[in-house]
């Protein structure tokens, strides 16, 4: 089974760690069989440009390091501390239909206020 998590770190230096501890080679190539994707600090506010691509507002990026990993079976266990939820998917999500099924799954079991059902009030 593929489990699909997502996790912040307060550096790059701190996620590069953990994903160092899943199993590296000499040449720092990984020995285990998880899929990392390391995004680094993501945008959280787009900037705005003018009709001529000059930027009026910058773009805000998170101060943490975002790291997604697919779980090739349960995740491990001393990644929870860093575990975050948001709506799915942020800004990446892996190609796994069942994973990201699950993903979905578990976000609406924690977080049941990512997913409001719609009111009378939004079909007039």
Not at 60 to 68: A, E, I, T
Not at 78 to 88: A, E, G, H, L
Not at 99 to 121: G, M, Q, V
């Amino acid at each position: 089974m593929r489990i699909f998590r997502k996790y912040e770190f307060g550096s790059k230096s701190a996620a590069t760690t953990k994903i160092n501890a899943l199993g590296v080679d000499e040449e720092g190539a990984p020995t285990h069989g998880h899929a990392v994707a390391a995004l680094g600090n993501i945008m959280t506010t787009k900037g705005t440009y003018d009709d001529d691509g000059n930027e009026i507002t910058a773009p805000v990026y998170s101060d943490k390091y975002h790291v997604d990993v697919l779980w090739s079976g349960e995740p491990v266990a001393d990644w929870d501390n860093q575990m975050v939820w948001c709506r799915p998917f942020g800004v990446h999500h892996f190609g796994s239909s069942s994973a990201n099924a699950e993903y979905i799954a578990k976000c609406k079991e924690l977080h049941p206020e990512y997913f409001p059902e719609p009111s009378d009030d939004y079909y007039p």
